[in-house]
């Protein structure tokens, strides 16, 4: 197992220091980097807390890319302060220590696909197969481990990913394929811990895709390995957006019990920004306690590409309804 966690190292960077080498070598360029920022801050009331102002996200980030040659190395750097500015609502101190790195990735793209080295990034799994039905901004479609989101425990996929190595395939007629490695614990004697596949098709209008992620079962002491599948599909009218997403999960790790979880969404766009969004989630588990299913809905106006103004209200039957209100900063 190590050998291949090497040799897939090895591979990921021989092929971009390959490209570089290529051609003839000349002056290294270092773009001038981008300095990013995402703000979501508004007002949340939730049916087992106080009202109370929050902050949702706030990610501070840069972004920037290195060209020799052929070579190419872009790097991406964002901390999400959030938990900082909330620190005082949980009784925490002034925040400092409340700083999560959110991404910290290079990736070489060549002619030959793109390769990733990433000690934490977020996830592409949730990124590009959950999408058609992650339309929300409180209510999100990922498992809540590490960012809050008022849906969690529906959908078992994490937003975020550590000790990541990926391999993107080049886009060959609107499809392209992801295959990666994690190594969760380091301790453990086993380099990858879990392996992650997808393959997705996206012209624009239509989306389809579909993945698995397979988890190993010595990080639980397990029989069998975690598995969980996800296939979504979605497509774009003029004004109106569709989206599915189904996710199946399989011998899961401690009391959860195998379950499937689904979401179904749909967005319309009347102009001038204008827009609003409904969406179902249901989780069936074989666990009866666990079961859950909520609607979600959402009134949303973009004044910009960099402001969006948005109220949304989420009603579960497990799971803490909620309503909350906010501001979208980026740039």
Known sequence: MKKTALGFVLTTLGV????????????????????????????????????????????????????????KMVYSLAADVADAANSKDTGGADGESDIHIR??????????????????????????????????????????????????????????GQDVVAYVTPTFNNIKATMAMLSINETNGNDIDVKAFRVVYDDKKLNLGAGIVVADQSLAGADDDYKRMAFTAGYSFERFDIGATYEI??????????YDSYGVTGRYHFGNGYSVAAGYYEKDSDVDANDNDGMVFQAKKAFSKNIVAWAETGQYDKTADNVAVGVNIKF
Request: proline fraction near 6%; hydrophobic fraction near 35%.
């Open 16 to 71: 971009a220091v390959a490209a570089a080498n290529s051609a003839q070598a000349s002056e290294l360029e270092f773009e001038k980097p981008n300095f990013t920022m995402f703000a979501s801050l508004g007002v949340l009331d939730r049916e087992d807390a106080d009202y109370d102002p929050e902050v949702f996200e706030l990610e501070l980030g840069l972004k920037g890319l290195v060209k020799l040659d052929e070579f």
């Open 103 to 160: 991404d910290a990735k290079v990736v070489f793209p060549t002619r030959y696909g793109a390769f990733v080295l990433a000690p934490r990034t977020p996830s592409g799994q949730l990124r590009e197969l959950y999408s058609n039905v992650d339309l929300f901004e409180y209510n999100e479609t990922h498992s809540g481990a590490v960012s809050p989101t008022g849906m969690k425990g529906i959908f078992g996929q994490g937003d975020e």
């Open 249 to 258: 999960n399989e011998d899961t790790f401690g009391p959860n019990g195998d």
